[in-house]
């Protein structure tokens, strides 16, 4: 699979930082280079806009993490991490992410969604055949769903090549 890409193509970019985050941490102990993915998965090509989805909790210790995208040219959009009666805990940017792709695919020719979750096909297929966007997945393929893969022009496995978009020691070495 692989997808025409040329320097006038308008592109957007989706990250579902929550995602990434979650399977960087299992899969590898480690913190995603966010920098380096849009760098990578923009290849040259012209970025109208660039969002990651966050959600933050009450502690704000999350509040150097949303600096640094900030400083990288990542948009941050975040809501609070809800919290149930009885403890069960619930954050996700799902229809976020999807609304703003869908207000945003008549200015891009190419849309770039980051992450694994296998909810993103019907935003896929969508923006494929109604808006005429080429779509294209960065993820670790490990912990992505596989129809999710199958519905893109273009996928950027980041576990072929790990060490170049994680960032900082092992999470178990940390205590040390």
């Excluded at 954050?91 to 909810?119: E, N, T, Y």
């Excluded at 999710?148 to 960032?167: A, G, H």
Aim: with cysteine; proline share 2%.
């Amino acid at each position: 699979m692989s997808a025409i890409k040329h320097i006038d193509q308008r592109v957007g970019i989706f990250i579902d930082a929550q995602n990434l985050y979650h399977s960087a941490k299992h899969l590898y102990g480690k913190y995603v280079n966010f920098g380096q993915i849009v760098k990578d998965g923009l290849a040259d090509r012209s970025l109208i806009r660039a969002f990651a989805y966050v959600i933050t909790t009450e502690s704000g210790e999350e509040s150097a993490f949303l600096e640094a995208l900030g400083k990288q040219g990542i948009e941050v959009r975040s809501k609070d991490l809800q919290i149930f009666t009885g403890g069960s805990k619930k954050g996700d940017w799902d229809v976020g992410l999807a609304v703003d792709a869908i207000r945003l695919a008549p200015k891009l020719d190419a849309v770039i969604i980051v992450s694994g979750d296998g909810d993103f096909v019907p935003l896929v297929s969508y923006l494929k055949y109604n808006e005429g966007c080429q779509v294209e997945l960065i993820s670790f393929k490990k912990s992505s769903s596989s129809k999710l893969i199958e519905s893109v022009d273009d996928f950027l496995d980041l576990d072929l090549n790990p060490k170049k978009y994680l960032m900082g020691k092992n999470r178990s070495q940390k205590a040390k």
